[in-house]
C-alpha cells in the first residue's frame, strides 16, 4: 500500500510474456501463455547505474573501479532518467560508490521521480541517510538498500529508517563468519523492523567464499528461515547464487542470472555491462546506443571475471541441465 | 495453452509494519467497553470498504479518502472528523481487522500494517483515552511484568525466564521454546521489538521484566504466570521512559550484584557473552534428547568438563527435558535442589534446561 501521484501499472514485454509492474507499491504482474508467445524483450527490466565511484568508506571487498572517473552530471542523469523511462525501463537502480555523496542527490531523486514513471531505488552504506535526507526523499522512493558493515551503527540507521517509514532492505553479505550469526542478525533485525533482507553472494579472489559444508548449512538455514519469517521478513537471494543453493524456496528458478537481459549495468564513466561485476564496458556517447547495445549483450551472456560469478561452471550456472527446475515459492499465486 | 499469471512484490510488504497504539483509560471497564466498540467499528468498516472495492471503478487510492458510514458514526458520536481514512491488510479488509487487547485500564490497538492509523488515535483521544505514547508508535507494546516467584519453584521459575530472555539466539532455539510452551498453550512468540528494549531483575523473590511483546501474546504470558503460581502479578503496558529507568536500575544492581547476591540480567544479548568452554558441567533429571555419555561428549566438545558432583565451584547444572521440573512437570532431584541451596548462599551455578544446553555454542 501507498500512495503515489500515478497509478497505473505499467507494462514490459519480456520473451514470451509480459511483465507489470506498479512502482508505488512494487507490485509485479507477470503474465505468460500462448497470447504472450510472440512478444520480445527490447529493453531491460531495471538499470543499475554507478552514479560515481566517490565514496566515504574504503571497503576491501569493493569491487568498484575506483580510477574511473564519474562521467555524469546532475543534468544529465536527469535526462538518463527521461530516456530510460522512455524507452520501457521499469526500475533505475542507483549506485556508487556512495551515491548519497553524488552533489544534489535528494533533488535528483525527487525529479527523477516526479519526471519520470521509473521506481527510484538506491543501494547506500546508511551512513549518510540523515533525517533531513529521508524526509526529502519522503514518497520519492521504491527501496533503499543498506549494505551491512561491521563497523557501522547500523541499528541506528535501521531505528532511522524505521521511524520515518522508509521501504527499506539490508544487504547482507553472506561470508563463513556471517554465516554463523546469520539467524541471530535476522532475528534482531527482524524485531527491528527490517522486513526484507537481501543474502549477497560474494564474488572475489579472497577467502571469503563459502565451502561446500557452508553452502549446504546455509541452503537447509534458508529453509527453516523461510518458514520461520514467513510473512514478517522477505529473504532474497542475489541472481549469483545460481545453482548453488538447491533447497532455498524461491519465486522462480532460471540457472542463468539473466545478467544483460532482465538488468543491466551502467558505470559511473558512462559504460554499459551486463552486470556491475562484468568488465570491459562498453562506451556510449549519446543515449539513443543503448537499445543497440543492450540487444547485442542480451545474447551473449556476458560473464564476470571473478570467481563466484553464476556464469563460471564452479559457481552454478554451466553445471545445469537446460531443463531449468520449477521452483515456486509456496505462497506464489497462479492464476490461469 | 493456459494463461499463467504470476504475483509478487519485488519490494517487501512496506516497512511502516507493526503498528500500535496503547491508551489509557479511566478504569478497566471503560477501556474493556472502548475495545468492545472497537471491535464493532472495524468488522462494520472492513465490510463496508471492501463493499466498494469490488466495483471495478473504485481506484485503490480511493481507499485513503473513504470515510465509511460506520467510520462516520463512531467520529460523530465522538464529535471526531476523520482527515484520511482508514485502512489496512493487502488486498482484504474483513477477517484481518486490526487486534484490540485490553490490559487493566490500558487499551491496545495492534495492527501489521495499517494507513490512517495516526486519525484513529485521535479518535480515541477524544472518546476520553489518554495515549501512553504518541500514538501510533511503531512495534509491539512494551509489557511490563511484576511478580513474586512462585513458592516452590521460584528459581528455577525465574531462570526458566531468564533462559527465555538471555537464548533468543537461532530460529530453532525459538521453536523449540514454543513448542513446548504451546503444548499448554502458551505460545510467547519471540517477542516483536528489539532485544535492548528487554530489562530483567531478580530481587530476592521479586521479578521485574519489560519485554517487547506482540499483543497477541500477552493473554499467554499471563495463563503462562498464573499456571506456574506466580505471585501478585502485576501486568501493564510499559512507556519507553519505564524501560530507561529500569536500564539504569539494572546497572546499579549489576554493580552492587556482588555485595547483596542481588542478580541482574539486563539485556537478552547478554548471553552473547557466556563462553560454553572451560566451564564444568553436571547433568541431572532424565534428558530427552541424548543419553548422558552423548550430553557428556558434547560438553567435552564445547570445551568444557564433566565435574562429579554439586559444588560451589560448580558452572553449569543441565537439567532432563523429561519431566523436568523447570517446566513445571516433575519434582526437584537432590543435585538441583543442592545447586539452589548453594546459590541461595552465594555460589553462582547456572542452572539450565537441556534444550538450553543443547542450544550453545562454542565461541
Not at chain 1, 124 to 131: E, K, M, Q, V, Y
Not at chain 2, 273 to 281: E, K, L, N, Q
Amino acid at each position: 500500500m501507498g500512495r503515489g501521484p500515478d497509478a497505473a501499472m505499467r507494462w514490459l514485454p519480456l520473451d514470451g510474456a509480459l511483465l507489470g509492474f506498479d512502482r508505488r507499491t512494487g507490485r509485479n504482474v507477470l503474465m505468460r501463455g500462448g497470447e504472450t508467445a510472440h512478444l520480445v524483450q527490447a529493453a531491460p527490466r531495471v538499470v543499475q547505474m554507478a552514479l560515481t565511484n566517490a565514496c566515504n568508506k574504503t571497503c576491501g571487498f569493493c569491487y568498484r573501479p575506483l580510477e574511473a572517473r564519474s562521467g555524469w552530471t546532475f543534468d544529465e542523469v536527469l535526462a538518463f532518467g527521461h530516456f530510460l523511462s522512455a524507452w520501457g525501463v521499469l526500475e533505475l537502480a542507483l549506485g556508487g560508490g556512495e551515491p548519497t555523496v553524488f552533489p544534489r542527490f535528494a533533488e535528483l531523486v525527487r525529479r527523477l521521480h516526479d519526471e519520470t514513471a521509473l521506481a527510484i531505488n538506491f543501494t547506500t552504506n546508511g551512513t549518510r541517510l540523515t533525517d533531513a535526507l529521508l524526509d526529502e526523499l519522503a514518497g520519492r522512493v521504491g527501496q533503499i538498500q543498506v549494505s551491512v558493515y561491521d563497523d557501522e551503527d547500523l541499528d541506528g540507521t535501521i531505528r532511522r529508517l524505521v521511524s520515518h517509514r522508509a521501504r527499506f532492505g539490508l544487504n547482507y553479505l553472506v561470508t563463513p563468519r556471517r554465516l554463523r550469526t546469520l539467524d541471530a542478525d535476522l532475528l534482531r533485525w527482524s524485531a527491528m523492523g527490517v522486513r526484507d533482507v537481501l543474502l549477497l553472494s560474494y564474488k572475489g579472489d579472497e577467502a571469503l567464499h563459502l565451502s561446500a559444508d557452508e553452502l549446504r548449512d546455509l541452503d537447509a538455514r534458508i529453509v527453516r528461515l523461510h518458514e520461520h519469517f514467513a510473512g514478517r521478513l522477505q529473504l532474497k537471494l542475489d541472481v549469483c547464487w545460481s545453482t548453488r543453493l538447491p533447497s532455498a524456496p524461491q519465486l522462480f528458478f532460471d540457472a542463468d542470472c539473466r545478467a544483460g537481459s532482465l538488468f543491466l549495468s551502467v558505470t559511473s564513466d558512462r559504460k554499459v555491462l551486463s552486470c556491475s561485476f562484468a568488465k570491459d564496458g562498453i562506451p556510449f556517447e549519446r543515449f539513443e546506443e543503448l537499445p543497440a547495445i543492450y540487444a547485442a549483450l542480451k545474447p551473449g551472456k556476458q560473464v564476470a571475471p571473478l570467481p563466484g560469478c553464476a556464469r563460471l561452471p564452479a559457481f552454478g550456472g554451466a553445471l545445469v541441465p537446460s531443463a531449468a527446475r520449477p521452483r515456486q515459492h509456496p505462497e506464489l499465486r497462479i492464476v490461469e | 495453452m493456459a494463461l499463467e499469471i504470476y504475483e509478487w512484490n519485488s519490494f517487501s510488504c512496506n516497512n511502516s509494519s507493526d503498528y500500535r497504539l496503547v491508551a489509557k483509560f479511566d478504569d478497566p471497564k471503560a477501556a474493556a467497553a472502548m475495545k468492545k466498540e472497537l471491535d464493532k467499528f472495524f468488522a462494520k468498516h472492513a465490510e463496508q470498504l471492501d463493499e466498494l472495492n469490488e466495483d471495478p471503478d473504485f481506484d485503490y487510492d480511493d481507499f485513503f479518502d473513504t470515510i465509511s458510514d460506520a467510520a462516520q458514526k463512531i467520529g460523530k458520536k465522538y464529535d471526531f472528523k476523520w482527515k484520511e481514512g482508514l485502512i489496512w491488510g493487502d488486498d482484504c479488509l474483513s477477517d484481518d481487522e486490526p487486534g484490540t487487547w485490553v490490559v487493566g485500564d490500558t487499551l491496545v490497538v495492534y495492527h501489521t500494517y495499517m494507513g490512517g492509523f495516526g486519525e484513529l488515535s485521535k479518535l480515541l483521544a477524544k472518546a476520553g483515552g489518554t495515549l501512553v505514547e504518541k500514538g501510533d508508535e511503531r512495534g509491539a507494546p512494551i509489557v511490563w511484568v511484576e511478580l513474586d516467584l512462585p513458592a516452590k519453584n521460584g528459581e528455577a521459575f525465574a531462570r526458566e525466564l531468564v533462559d527465555f530472555f538471555e537464548q533468543r539466539h537461532s530460529v530453532e532455539w525459538l521453536h523449540e521454546w514454543n513448542t513446548r510452551i504451546q503444548e499448554t498453550d502458551y505460545a510467547w512468540g519471540e517477542g516483536n521489538g528489539s532485544a535492548k528494549d528487554v530489562t530483567f531483575a531478580l530481587e530476592g523473590e521479586h521479578v521485574t521484566f519489560t519485554y517487547t511483546m506482540r499483543p497477541d501474546y500477552i493473554q499467554n504470558l499471563q495463563a503462562y504466570l498464573k499456571k506456574n503460581k506466580a505471585r501478585n502479578v502485576v501486568l501493564r503496558i510499559a512507556t519507553k521512559k519505564d524501560v530507561s529507568e529500569n536500564r539504569k536500575r539494572d546497572k546499579k544492581l549489576a554493580k552492587a550484584a556482588t555485595k547483596t547476591k542481588a542478580k541482574s540480567v539486563a539485556k537478552a544479548t547478554k548471553s552473547d557473552a557466556f563462553d560454553p568452554s572451560g566451564r564444568s558441567y553436571l547433568f541431572t533429571g532424565k534428558l530427552a534428547a541424548m543419553t548422558r555419555a552423548e550430553a557428556e561428549a558434547r560438553a567435552k566438545a564445547l570445551g568444557g568438563t564433566v565435574a562429579g558432583s554439586v559444588t560451589p565451584t560448580l558452572d553449569v547444572l543441565v537439567v532432563g527435558d523429561d519431566g523436568s521440573p523447570l517446566y513445571g512437570d516433575g519434582a526437584k532431584g537432590a543435585k538441583l535442589t543442592k545447586a539452589e541451596a548453594l546459590n541461595a548462599k552465594g555460589a553462582s551455578i547456572r542452572v539450565i534446561s537441556e534444550t538450553a544446553f543443547l542450544g550453545l555454542k562454542k565461541k
